[in-house]
């Protein structure tokens, strides 16, 4: 008789992560292939030569995978959204009247 052994999946909990990209950036990374796509039919439609459409379309792909992996290096799973949501609260908090505090008795 066989004894069968399962393994237990201890990646609960854990970020999506492909190739080093987390959470979002993976579909940053697809959204930017597909926009490369376009601008490569795009391109050649127009009637610009294949070899300088590849080229472009080239350089542009590498400077995205650059920055898209440099975004998810630098700011991970929640860092982007941190960075934002801290924009939205205010530096100092400045009150010109003090009846607020006197309406509270």
């Known amino acids: 008789m066989h004894t069968s052994i399962y393994k237990i999946n201890k990646n609960i909990n ?7 990209l987390k959470a979002q950036y993976i579909w940053w990374l697809g959204a930017a292939v597909i ?19 590849v080229v472009v379309i080239l350089m ?16 991970g799973e929640h860092g982007m959204k941190k960075k934002i949501a801290k924009r939205s609260i205010p530096k100092t908090i400045r009150i010109y009247n003090r009846k607020i505090f006197f309406f509270a008795q």
């Open 14 to 20: 854990k970020p999506i992560e492909f190739k080093g």
């Open 35 to 53: 926009g490369l796509m376009i601008l490569f039919a795009i391109m050649y439609i127009a009637g610009i030569n294949a070899y300088l459409c």
């Open 60 to 75: 542009a792909g590498g400077f995205s995978i650059h920055f898209i992996y440099r975004l998810s290096n630098k700011y």
